[in-house]
């Protein structure tokens, strides 16, 4: 399958892939889009843009998708199943395709409580596998869910899913992971990863399934600008693990925005020596900026 995507032909090659991640603006501007676009353009081989993160309303991930991809760097669109139901999704995925888009991110998507319209209703028509599921269907089978053939111009997309290594019950992460792997992702990308030594654990069982050769792991890191905010993740962001002896360090440290960026680069360079490992997702969060220097310091590019 030759979906048209940089990122798939980056890894399809062997060489460790580097993707990044853009939240889009709660505005109609397109501006820090481009302000974005041309801090990472040359730095990494895609960037996510994610669909509404933590149910707040923003511009929409496909058209910001088309103006990172007008300004030289490939997106990997988001698109959750909380908001659209079957037919929306069919129509947004020959749309975004239609507008350049090759690569797509299924995600079930952050429950809406979390936003700025707490009263909204979920939509859930059909879950991340069966969105995965429905995605490879119109690329492979050229139907539509319902079974239709799509006669011509079907989308070929390079399709991607989440992994949470870090979630409860851990022995089924792995299985969760293979789910998505049948149903026809192509690649996985991790949540953030700050406990090495659990995500070594996850990919020893991933390797024993055999899991690493059917689909390309890309590995989730976040570089934290302070100690603060290492702490908050730890104590209120559900399915994610930091150790307490990583917030000691950046407590210590004199500069600890200096002392987070360390941090991941020491936690990329342990991840490129993980078998089955084919490329590491930079989240900075608001902190766009730094992608370059943390790619640089990790010997990247």
């Known amino acids: ?24 603006p709660k ?38 998708g ?9 997106p990997v669109v988001q698109m959750t199943c909380r908001d659209r139901n079957r037919i929306a999704m069919q129509s947004d995925l020959l749309g975004a395709y239609s507008l350049g888009i090759r690569n797509l991110l299924c995600l079930s998507g952050d429950h809406q409580k979390f936003g700025n319209h707490p009263q909204a209703k979920n939509v859930y028509d059909i879950d991340s596998i069966q969105l995965i599921d429905m995605v490879r269907g119109m690329r492979d089978d050229r139907k539509f869910l319902c079974g239709e053939e799509i006669k011509e111009h079907h989308p070929r997309y390079f399709i991607g899913a989440v992994a949470n290594p870090f979630a409860d019950p851990f022995e ?30 996850f990919m020893e069982m991933v390797r024993r399934r055999g899991l690493h050769k059917k689909v390309y792991i890309i590995a989730g890191v976040t570089p934290l600008k302070s100690a603060r905010a ?6 209120r962001v559900a399915g994610m693990i930091v150790p307490d002896q990583l917030i000691e360090r950046m407590e210590k440290a004199g500069d600890q925005k200096a002392e987070g960026i360390k941090i991941a680069v020491e936690q990329i ?7 089955g490992v084919a490329g590491v997702h930079i989240m900075a969060i608001n902190w766009e900026s730094v992608v370059p220097q943390i790619v640089e310091m990790a010997g990247l590019r």
């Open 269 to 275: 360079q342990h991840i490129k020596t993980i078998e």
């Open 172 to 201: 089924f992460r792995v299985l969760r992971l293979e789910k998505k792997i049948n149903a026809g992702a192509d690649f996985i990308q991790t949540q953030s990863i700050f406990d090495i030594n659990r995500f070594e654990k």
């Open 27 to 64: 505005n109609a501007s397109p501006e820090k889009l481009v302000q974005d676009a041309k801090i990472l353009k040359g730095w990494v081989d895609a960037v996510n843009i994610t669909d509404n993160q933590t149910a707040v309303v923003r511009l929409s991930s496909i058209a910001a």
């Open 1 to 24: 399958m030759k979906s048209g995507s940089n990122l798939e032909k980056v890894l399809s090659q062997g060489k460790f892939a580097v993707t990044a991640e853009i939240g889009p």
């Open 66 to 74: 088309v103006h990172l991809a007008q300004n030289g760097v490939e």
């Open 230 to 235: 290492a702490r908050f993740i730890q104590k």
